[in-house]
């Protein structure tokens, strides 16, 4: 029986997350335009089975189909009225695919529209979030994961919305370069985590595992005691036909692991590119780790 999720960051022990699913929905025929979420209704077997490949891959811990989820994004597919059904439709999928000893992270992704331009109310965008949080919550998540952000106000709203669940919150940026897309360092970025009471910082996206050592150790440098997860991409992104694809293989991505873990990194998975090879390979390098110890 898995422990609280709380109780088993505080362990400090690396642990292993699970791989994209964006990428991995598309190569079980997720269509350009279609609503990746709707498929935890039309298509839930195929979204179960996604979660249930990476935890029999080595995952301590599966997300949900839900990274799109918010109210805002599901707009633009004309499912926002099913901002709720669809969120916890994903959570109870990787819930039972997770099984009684794995952990069920509810992703929650940036809303796609921008607070600063008065695209949206603050009061409209935390509306949006809570639905989709509370939908998580209700379908088993044991943690929540705002990911791929990269606006301090948008994450703000977004983390006060998660808060009301009562779940213990991950939120991670993206940055390219030193900067998020809109400007923020890893070490603001860690700060304001701080001041928010968010219980695992972090980094995904825009970088492969080589590149995400560095933002690690600023992160560290700014939070030396909170747990820090990483879901970096399987390389960076090349085009080959019209389409990006990520090269890294498993065993060139899995190689990078000790050096992630000794920048400061407890929590490791993957993002754009990686699928159940590429985590069954980090958790051969964990296990390697834990064996050196």
């Known amino acids: 029986m898995r422990k609280p999720f709380i109780e088993m960051i505080s362990e400090k022990r690396v642990r292993v997350s699970d791989g994209a699913w964006g990428t991995f929905l598309q190569t079980e025929g997720l269509r350009s335009g279609e609503c990746p979420e709707a498929w935890n209704i039309s298509k839930p077997e195929a979204v179960a089975a996604i979660a249930r490949r990476y935890v029999e891959a080595g995952s301590d811990m599966v997300e949900t189909n839900t990274f799109g989820g918010s109210k805002h994004k599901l707009d633009l597919f004309g499912c926002g009225d099913k901002t709720y059904e669809l969120n916890k439709a994903g959570a109870e999928l990787s819930r039972r695919a997770a099984g009684k000893e794995h952990w069920v992270l509810g992703s929650v992704g940036p809303s796609g529209v921008i607070l600063m331009m008065g695209e949206v109310s603050e009061a409209e965008l935390y509306e949006g979030f809570l639905l989709q949080v509370r939908g998580l919550a209700d379908g088993g998540a044991d943690a929540l994961c705002l990911e ?3 606006d301090l106000d948008e994450a703000e709203v977004a983390i006060r919305a998660a808060k009301t669940t009562g779940l213990p919150l991950i939120c991670t940026f993206t940055f390219e370069n030193g900067f998020s897309m809109m400007g923020v360092t890893p070490e603001a970025y860690a700060q304001k985590m701080l001041e928010l009471g968010v219980d695992v910082l972090g980094t995904n996206c825009g970088n492969g595992l080589s590149g995400m050592a560095g933002i690690v150790e ?19 992104p090349v085009l080959q036909g019209g389409e990006a694809v990520y090269p ?14 000794r920048a ?15 985590i069954r390979a980090i958790r051969e390098q964990v296990e390697k780790l834990t ?3």
Do not use: K, W, Y
């Open 148 to 150: 791929t952000f990269s």
């Open 218 to 236: 600023a992160i560290r440098q700014t939070a030396p005691d909170h747990p820090i997860l990483v879901h970096a991409n399987a390389g960076m």
């Open 248 to 261: 890294e293989s498993p065993e060139a991505m899995a190689a990078f692991v000790p050096r992630i873990v």
């Open 264 to 278: 400061g990194a407890c929590i490791v998975g993957g993002c754009c590119g990686t699928n159940p090879e590429h």
């Open 291 to 293: 064996a050196d110890e």
